[in-house]
T-cell receptor, first 112, second 118 residues
Framework: SQQGEEDPQALSIQEGENATMNCSYK?????LQWYRQNSGRGLVHLIL?????REKHSGRLRVTLDTSKKSSSLLITASRAADTASYFC????????????FGTGTSLTVIP | GAVVSQHPSWVICKSGTSVKIECRSL??????MFWYRQFPKQSLMLMAT?????????EQGVEKDKFLINHASLTLSTLTVTSAHPEDSSFYIC??????????????FGPGTRLTVL
C-alpha cells in the first residue's frame, strides 16, 4: 500500500500544550503535505514541504521531513481548543505524477 | 485561494439506484481532478484520477464499472456510483489541480459529499 501511517492515532492534550504528530511513508516522494479535517468536513491545507527541505514553519506549525527515515512530523505549538481536528499527511510520490496518498491520520483533541 | 465545490453535499438513496456527484473548480480550469473516499474515522483513499478529455485512471481495487467518472470539461468532473449498496455509504471528496505547476503542490479539495445508501 502506498498509504502512510501516522502516529499517534489519537492525541489528547490541554490547551496551551504542544502537540506532535508523526507520519511515516514507504516510497520516495516529491513532497509531503499536512492537512486538517474537522469532523465530517472537507480538508484544509496546512503546509507543504518538498523532498529537498528539512524543516518548514507556518505560524504555530512546524513541519520536519527526514527522507532518510521516510518520516515527517507536525508540531502545533501553544495549542487551542479550535485546533481539535484530525490531521493527515499526504505524500506526492515521485513516480505517480500528481496523485496524493494520505496517511491514516491523527485525531487531536485539545481540552480547554 | 482556488475554490472547488461539490454537489450535493449530502445524498441519501435506496439500494440499487445510481447517484451522481459533481465536482467543480469555480475559479480556475483543472485538467486533472482526483476522487477520494473516506469511511468514518478513517483516512482518505484515492479512488481515481480524472483527466479532462480522456479516460480516468483507477487505483487498484476500485471498480471502474461501478464508479463511473466523466471529466467532460475543464471545470467539471462527475462521479457516478452505479447500483449503490449500503457498503458504498461513505464520504466522497474531490480535488482539482491547476493545469500547470509543480507536481503535487496545487491540489484544492472540495468540501465532500456524504452518501448514505439505505
Amino acid at each position: 500500500s502506498q498509504q502512510g501511517e501516522e502516529d499517534p492515532q489519537a492525541l489528547s492534550i490541554q490547551e496551551g500544550e504542544n502537540a506532535t504528530m508523526n507520519c511515516s511513508y514507504k516510497t520516495s516522494i516529491n513532497n509531503l503535505q499536512w492537512y486538517r479535517q474537522n469532523s465530517g468536513r472537507g480538508l484544509v491545507h496546512l503546509i507543504l514541504i518538498r523532498s529537498n527541505e528539512r524543516e518548514k514553519h507556518s505560524g504555530r506549525l512546524r513541519v520536519t521531513l527526514d527522507t532518510s527515515k521516510k518520516s515527517s512530523s507536525l508540531l502545533i505549538t501553544a495549542s487551542r481548543a479550535a485546533d481539535t481536528a484530525s490531521y493527515f499527511c499526504a505524500t506526492g510520490l515521485t513516480n505517480t505524477g500528481n496523485q496524493f496518498y494520505f496517511g491514516t491520520g491523527t485525531s487531536l483533541t485539545v481540552i480547554p | 485561494g482556488a475554490v472547488v465545490s461539490q454537489h450535493p453535499s449530502w445524498v441519501i438513496c435506496k439500494s440499487g439506484t445510481s447517484v451522481k456527484i459533481e465536482c467543480r473548480s469555480l475559479d480556475f480550469q483543472a485538467t486533472t481532478m482526483f476522487w477520494y473516499r473516506q469511511f468514518p474515522k478513517q483516512s482518505l483513499m484515492l479512488m481515481a484520477t480524472s483527466n479532462e478529455g480522456s479516460k480516468a485512471t483507477y487505483e487498484q481495487g476500485v471498480e471502474k464499472d461501478k464508479f463511473l467518472i466523466n471529466h467532460a470539461s475543464l471545470t467539471l468532473s462527475t462521479l457516478t456510483v452505479t447500483s449503490a449498496h449500503p457498503e458504498d455509504s461513505s464520504f466522497y471528496i474531490c480535488s482539482a489541480r491547476f493545469p500547470s505547476g509543480m507536481v503535487g503542490n496545487e491540489q484544492f479539495f472540495g468540501p465532500g459529499t456524504r452518501l448514505t445508501v439505505l
